[in-house]
């Protein structure tokens, strides 16, 4: 299995396309709020990674324990490297200054002003639902800056914003969905990533036992490679259809 390889899914065409267009809104009418949504295992993080890593864009992922504060800690650093900005107080040990949640959330917004077109992708937004400072202060940097934000969150995210805080829902000015890899997708991902090539009818098994989802894809994928390099048939046993449903099973929270 090939590694580091980054494929141009459907997924990944649709949600690039959704960005751009948020990037050439008009920003002093329109505010930069974006969402990607999407069932577990369908390259959602990768994709956020990638374009971060790519564009110069800031990736910041919500742990399950996150606060406004850590958060705007997080935020704070991350614009710090990302726009080299040397001459920012930071405390005796080079991080974030002291002060109230508030101050620093101000600091950031007013970096944020100097930088209208900074991006910030925040990954597990899910994180964020219950805790109302924490989506607030989100919602604050949407609100008072020029940054376009994009939430990543799971397929319910989208549904639960737009019932608990439909004045944040709203202001969102695209929603895009991860769905399940086609055939298409899944030969493109076998052209890739694997080490050998495989038939179109292997293609057809990987994406049928997959049901589609990329992280279940990559274990098939291991499991016929492993199985084409020790001469075996290349089958699937009860035993390999139940390693790949535990993959599924292994997110990258
Ligand atoms: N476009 C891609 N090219 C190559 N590999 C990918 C791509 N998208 C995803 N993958 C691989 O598939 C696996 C699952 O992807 P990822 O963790 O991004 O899914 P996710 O949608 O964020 O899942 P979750 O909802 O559980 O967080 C990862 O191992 C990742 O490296
Ligand atoms: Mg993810």
């Not at 992708?121 to 949407?142: G, K, Q, S």
Request: net charge positive.
């Amino acid at each position: 299995m090939k590694e580091q390889v980054f494929v141009k899914t459907a997924n990944v065409d649709n949600a690039t396309k959704a960005i751009m267009k948020l990037l050439a809104r008009p920003i002093n009418e329109m505010v930069g709020l974006g969402m990607i949504y999407g069932d577990p295992g369908l390259g959602k993080s990768r994709f956020a990674k990638q374009m971060c890593y790519r564009k110069g864009y800031l990736y910041i992922r919500l742990e399950a324990s996150e606060t406004a504060k850590s958060f705007s800690q997080k935020l704070w650093r991350g614009l710090k490297y990302q726009l080299n900005l040397t001459s920012e107080p930071t405390n005796e040990m080079g991080n974030a200054p002291g002060g109230s949640t508030n101050s620093l959330v101000n600091l950031c917004i007013r970096i944020l002003m100097d930088a209208p077109h900074s991006v910030i992708m925040i990954d597990e937004f899910d994180n964020a639902l219950p805790n109302r400072e924490l989506r607030e202060t989100i919602r604050d940097i949407v609100d008072q800056t020029f940054a376009t934000v994009i939430l990543i969150g799971m397929s319910g995210v989208r549904d639960k914003l737009e019932r608990t805080n439909p004045h944040f829902f709203d202001r969102s000015n695209f929603f895009c969905e991860f769905n399940s890899l086609s055939v298409e997708d899944v030969t493109e991902i076998c052209k890739k990533v694997c080490e050998f090539e495989l038939s179109p009818k292997l293609i057809e098994t990987a994406h049928k036992a997959s049901a589609g989802q990329f992280r279940k894809l990559i274990k098939t994928l291991m499991l016929f490679e492993d199985k084409i390099r020790n001469k075996r048939a290349v089958t699937l046993t009860a035993k390999d259809m139940k390693e790949i449903e535990n993959a599924g099973d292994k997110g990258s929270k």
